[in-house]
């Protein structure tokens, strides 16, 4: 199962989603492979990969085989990013650039039981790659309105996708993050996010990440959350959503 984990908007804990699932699914004795797209690196960084030598860049415009671009690290393989990513939307200027992740990932998908995609926040040809290789999406949003415009904007580019590059792609939910139940506007921008769940004919999930201060501590401290507090909500919250994934009927 090839996941992609995107939200055109930033600060929705797209890389602390991926980065859980990483740690969660990996405990639970299932092979992951975790791709880092986004050139900012932070899930590269939180795992403790080198994205010095052979990346994400590397293996997109085909100077390395994704075979030499894995990294094993004591949280979980990763393909790292690298700033060079930054150029891709300039760079990538070739016919089937929006396949080239698809392609790279032939060779290897079997290796893993999950294989998942750390998406930049832009709706750019870094993304369109993720989501032509994905079986399926995880959206993270924030109860707020900008997260809410952000999975509108994202549902056109997956609507484009379906039609042009992977005619299977399904949307597995909405996951909200960062989550305060205390604050009113939450409340109802989250029944707002639910009703926009079903337009797009998906779902929310049960499952809701509460604001957790273990999160920002274990990436300052390189270690996985399930590593660093393991009796934190943190780790309560995304242990009862990787129960909630891998009930979906659709896991393979």
């Known amino acids: 199962m090839i ?3 995107t939200n055109q908007k ?7 989603t991926t980065g859980a699932l990483v740690a969660g699914l990996k405990s ?18 939180a795992m403790k990969a080198d994205n010095k030598n052979l ?5 997109l415009v085909g100077q390395a085989q994704i075979m030499n671009v894995i990294q094993h690290t004591l949280i979980g393989d990763i393909i790292p990013a690298s700033p060079l990513l930054s150029r891709a939307d300039i760079e990538f200027d070739m016919i089937g650039k929006e396949y080239k992740l698809k392609e790279a990932l032939v ?10 995609i750390d998406t930049p926040p832009a709706l750019s040809i870094l993304t369109v790659n993720a989501l032509t290789a994905a079986d ?11 997260s809410l415009q952000g999975i509108g904007q994202l549902y056109n580019t997956i609507d484009t996708v379906r039609k042009y590059c ?21 409340r109802d921008i989250a029944e707002t996010i639910s009703q926009t769940a079903i337009k797009l004919d998906t779902k ?36 009862n959503f990787i129960n909630e994934l891998l009930e979906s009927e659709d896991i393979k």
């Open 3 to 5: 996941i992609a984990i």
């Open 166 to 186: 992977n005619p299977n792609l399904k949307i597995k939910g909405i996951l909200l993050t960062r989550h305060n139940n205390r604050a009113i506007i939450n």
């Open 107 to 116: 060779s290897i998908k079997n290796n893993y039981d999950f294989i998942l």
């Open 55 to 59: 990346s994400s860049h590397s293996l």
């Open 28 to 45: 639970r004795k299932n092979n992951v492979l975790a791709i880092d797209l986004d050139p900012q690196g932070n899930l590269s960084y």
């Open 136 to 146: 399926s999406v995880i959206i993270p949003a924030q109860a707020d309105i900008f």
């Open 204 to 239: 929310i999930f049960k499952t809701i990440i509460r604001e957790n201060i273990i999160i920002k501590e274990a990436h300052a401290n390189q270690q996985d959350i399930f590593t660093y507090d393991p009796k934190s909500n943190a780790v309560a919250d995304y242990n």
């Open 10 to 16: 930033g600060g929705v804990a797209k890389t602390t």
